[in-house]
């Protein structure tokens, strides 16, 4: 490596994309939206899990969870989603919630129940309803604020938690008709756009950029393990 350049996993998914929308929005694990106008450009959200990263597939999961575990204590109303909770980590109801502390990633893990919450929703369950219908609501908020700031025409909705034609697509679509924006089906892989940015010096413009010689070769072997760590699982 002569340097490494940080950039985010939303200009990676941007770059990948064949359409070039005014907004692209990319909801995974977590969700970032970028607005990549002529003149200037400018993300959205991306806080991360902690403290932000509404309608992504962690807030998803989570929300779901904790509506399934305020159903089992009579906090909350029943719910469909106290079973799907229980058949998908595969501990009874009374140990979910210490199992999902104990999970080795649990980020991941708890965004991987997400697709239950939308099945539960799309077979008319009530509170998983609720949540994707909120879900649709922050990111239809995402399009306003664009539209607001840069008057963007052209939104891409891409990551493994907004599937293409199903329910929390459908409803961001619903949600968004009196906005006046062309929606354009793409798909992204941010590995393509990351691949883009490295070979582009123009790109990496307004990134940060460390230098190798910079860095100690501790520190080089430490960002090597960890990534190596995390493609073996």
């Not at 009374?94 to 893990?109: C, G, M, N, R, Y």
């Not at 991987?112 to 099945?119: D, L, M, T, Y």
């Not at 908020?141 to 293409?164: D, M, Y």
Request: negative net charge; glycine residues 8%; charged residues 15%.
């Amino acid at each position: 490596f002569e340097r490494l350049v940080i950039a985010s996993d939303t200009k990676a998914a941007a770059l990948s994309t064949k359409s070039h929308a005014d907004l692209t929005i990319a909801v995974g694990t977590g969700i970032t939206a970028l607005v990549n106008m002529p003149d200037h450009n400018f993300e959205l959200t991306g806080h991360g899990y902690l403290i932000g990263d509404e309608a992504s597939g962690f807030w998803i999961g989570r929300s779901g969870l904790n509506a399934a575990l305020r159903a089992d204590e009579g906090r909350g109303p029943d719910t469909s989603l106290l079973k799907a909770a229980i058949e998908f980590y595969q501990v009874p109801a009374k140990e979910l919630a210490d199992h999902i502390h104990q999970l080795s990633t649990p980020v991941a893990q708890v965004a991987a129940f997400a697709p239950s919450v939308v099945k539960a929703a799309q077979a008319g369950g009530a509170e998983a309803l609720f949540i994707v219908s909120q879900a649709a609501n922050e990111i239809v908020v995402l399009i306003e604020v664009a539209i607001e700031r840069a008057n963007i025409k052209t939104v891409a909705l891409v990551g493994g938690a907004i599937p293409h034609g199903e329910l929390l697509h459908h409803q961001v679509l619903a949600a968004s008709q009196s906005l006046n924006v062309d929606f354009i089906s793409d798909s992204a892989e941010p590995l393509q756009g990351a691949c883009k940015i490295a070979q582009d010096s123009k790109l990496q413009s307004d990134l940060i950029a460390i230098s190798s010689s910079s860095l100690e070769s501790e520190i080089w072997s430490k960002l090597y393990l960890l990534s190596a760590q995390e493609l073996l699982g």
